[in-house]
């Protein structure tokens, strides 16, 4: 069973940065950070494909969140810069198997969250 451990969350204000951190046990196809606000559904921020590298961000991310990964590490980054209070929300590293890493339905493993507080 693969295992997801995050951290790097915080509280900071707006226009500030905060870098996460998740370390996986085994590395899938698709990886991802998903993020839940209070009240809110979970929704996909970002993925990367760990075989081409391939990103994607949704919109309200572009430019200012940065994916990456450390595959010797089995490790997963999201640079978070230019940070607004609408991106406060608990944060989730993700896996599928899936070769579509857009498809955020198909993220079956997750690590346990990190929260991102960010105050205007």
């Known amino acids: 069973q693969v295992q997801l451990v995050e951290s790097g969350g915080g509280s900071v204000q707006a226009g500030g940065s905060l870098r996460l951190s998740c370390a996986a046990s085994?590395?899938?196809?698709?990886m991802g950070w998903f993020r839940q606000a209070p009240g809110m559904e979970r929704e996909g921020v970002t993925s990367?494909?760990?075989?081409?590298?391939?990103?994607y961000y949704t919109d309200s991310v572009k430019g200012r969140f940065t994916i990456s990964r450390d595959n010797a590490n089995n490790t997963l980054f999201l640079q978070m810069n230019s940070l607004k209070p609408e991106d406060t929300a608990m944060y989730y590293c993700?896996?599928?198997?899936?070769?579509?890493?857009?498809?955020?339905?198909?993220?079956?493993?997750w690590g346990q969250g990190t929260q991102v507080t960010v105050s205007s």
């Open positions: 993700a896996q599928a198997y899936t070769s579509n890493c857009t498809s955020w339905s198909r993220y079956a493993i």
């Open positions: 990367i494909s760990t075989v081409f590298g391939t990103t």
């Open positions: 085994a590395v899938t196809l698709c």
